[in-house]
């Protein structure tokens, strides 16, 4: 598939945080320099301040380098969908020792990782619904782990807007990748994720309502 967006900087700095940023996200990119002449198939080009004035293209972003590169990547995702902000965004969460944490923005993924503590599953989370905007925020916890799940079912309830709908959500069948290596366990974390994000789960009742 053609790659979409481009980042376009003589700047190294810049340069690292983004490409390492579309990398993680799993995202084609083609590297630019800012006078470069740009294919027809790119939808939004990132470039900093100082260069965009280079850039020839009606969608340009402008990283800032002391900025997170991941809002300005997840603002180019929404630009090459052709949307100003998403209907629906679901987090799913296969809790346990390690947190498998999908971003879905109108059932496309957005994002997968894996946190290794409760505290930094939350502030991903919250972070991660502050950062991409939709009129729907929900979050979809799995049930496989009933201590994990409890644990950070409370702790959102805590963080999470009242509007936010959280959900318990059934993990049966979702556990496709056993091997225990480090790799396997975080590859089945996200597909978990995925799987329960794209599940009906229950409503957990929350207590800012």
Same mark, same amino acid.
């Given at each position: ?9 003589? #700047? ?6 983004? %490409? ?10 083609? #590297? ?22 280079? %850039? ?10 002391? /900025? ?9 995702? =929404?630009?090459? @969908?052709?949307? @100003? /902000?998403?209907?629906? %965004? ?25 946190? /290794?503590? =409760? ?72 597909? /978990? ?8 789960? @229950? ?7």
């Amino acid at each position: 598939m053609k790659a979409k967006i481009a980042v376009a900087t003589v #700047s190294g700095k810049a340069y690292y945080k983004l %490409v390492n940023e579309l990398k993680r996200k799993g995202l084609s990119f083609l #590297s630019l320099k800012p006078w470069d002449p740009i294919p027809l198939n790119i939808k939004v080009v990132i470039t900093t301040k100082e260069e965009h004035q280079l %850039v020839t293209h009606p969608n340009v972003l402008i990283f800032e380098y002391e /900025s997170n590169p991941t809002s300005v990547i997840d603002e180019a995702i =929404l630009v090459v @969908q052709g949307k @100003q /902000s998403y209907e629906k %965004v679901v987090v799913g969460v296969d809790p346990g020792k390690t947190y498998g944490v999908a971003v879905l923005g109108d059932d496309n993924i957005l994002e997968t990782l894996n946190c /290794s503590s =409760l505290k930094e599953t939350v502030n991903v989370i919250a972070d991660g619904l502050k950062r991409v905007p939709a009129t729907v925020n929900v979050v979809k916890v799995g049930d496989g782990a009933p201590a994990y799940a409890r644990g950070l079912l409370h702790s959102l309830d805590e963080v999470l807007p009242p509007e936010t709908v959280m959900e318990i959500v059934s993990e049966a069948g979702t556990s496709r990748f056993m091997n225990e290596t480090t790799h396997r366990r975080e590859l089945k974390d996200a597909m /978990s994720a995925i799987e329960i994000a794209g599940r009906k789960g @229950q409503i957990f009742p929350r207590k800012k309502i």
